[in-house]
């Protein structure tokens, strides 16, 4: 686990260094209500921006995320990209849900430039009930997976 984290973090610190393209073409839509927005990294508009008074998740809820996210990843082959290829950052997006944005992984082994770690998809996930939605690209807005 810790590695895991530690790969994370020095993921999160790649991005934070060189931002992401793709931030500043998405419409800025509301989620509704059922689906809040989740916190993008890099993101330049504030109000995506995590409050510092959220707390943290703890290690069990990123654990638990990671596993419903690989699962998903799975079922509804939402990459061709071996698990192995993606990193997963677990944020808190609210009190009831939390988001996973996979990333992927560029090793030796998976290609690609080591620099770089492009997103594949921002999963939001139900803490209650476990229910995920994804990013939808083109309208800014999470929906069902199907």
């Known amino acids: 686990m ?3 984290l530690l790969l994370a973090a020095f993921t999160a610190l790649a991005l934070a260094g060189c ?3 793709d931030d500043a073409h ?3 839509a509301p989620a509704p ?3 809040p927005a989740a916190p993008a990294l890099g993101a330049s508009n504030a109000a995506n921006a995590p409050t510092a008074s959220a707390p943290a998740v703890s290690e069990a809820e990123q654990a638990k995320a990671v596993d419903l996210a690989r699962a998903a990843i799975e079922k509804y082959k939402l990459t061709t990209l071996p698990q192995e290829c993606l990193s997963f ?3 808190r997006a609210d009190d009831t849900h939390n988001s996973v944005e996979v990333l ?3 090793t030796p082994a998976c290609g690609g430039d080591p620099n770089t770690a492009p997103r594949v998809v921002t ?3 139900d803490k209650n009930t476990g229910a995920l939605q994804k ?3 083109a309208s800014g807005e999470y929906v069902p997976l199907k």
Do not use: Y
């Open 2 to 4: 810790t590695k895991f």
């Open 19 to 21: 931002g992401r393209s």
């Open 26 to 28: 998405k419409p800025a």
């Open 33 to 35: 209500a059922s689906a």
């Open 89 to 91: 950052l677990v944020d």
């Open 104 to 106: 992927e992984n560029h």
């Open 123 to 125: 999963l939001l996930i």
């Open 135 to 137: 990013d939808d690209p």
